[in-house]
Nanobody, 123 residues
Framework: VQLQASGGGLVQAGGSLRLSCTAS????????MGWIRQAPGKEREIVAR????????YYADSVKGRFTISIDNAKNTVYLQMNNLNPEDTAVYYC?????????????????WGQGTLVTVSS
């Protein structure tokens, strides 16, 4: 089970980044993929999640209207397009996958995590 995330970096406020996460997991169709961030001194936050069939999505209020999660089934890859970034978005971003059948509403539902990619937004 592997999740490989990439795409982080340094960007100015108002800029955009796209994170990618390639999954080598079996039975992806029954899983939910999530993007979870951890900022220094702050609690972890599930910023977006989508079930693999793309029929259900969720965005945290803090990113709604600015971030978009998407899945490319052919590439086993989930993306997080982040637009209009602000310094409060600075964090390590992790992609994570649930076990089969879970909605991904809670951190405990994600047994599989990628290594994290750092996003730094300068003001």
């Amino acid at each position: 089970v592997q999740l490989q995330a990439s795409g982080g970096g340094l960007v100015q406020a108002g800029g955009s980044l796209r994170l990618s996460c390639t999954a080598s997991l079996r039975s992806l169709s029954d899983r939910t993929m999530g993007w979870i961030r951890q900022a220094p001194g702050k609690e972890r936050e599930i910023v977006a999640r989508m079930n693999w069939s793309a029929s259900r999505t969720y965005y945290a209020d803090s990113v709604k209207g600015r971030f978009t999660i998407s899945i490319d089934n052919a590439k086993n890859t989930v993306y997080l397009q982040m637009n209009n970034l602000n310094p409060e978005d600075t964090a390590v971003y992790y992609c994570a996958a649930t076990a089969n059948g879970y909605s991904g509403s809670f951190f405990r539902e994600y047994p599989y995590w990628g290594q994290g990619t750092l996003v730094t937004v300068s003001s």
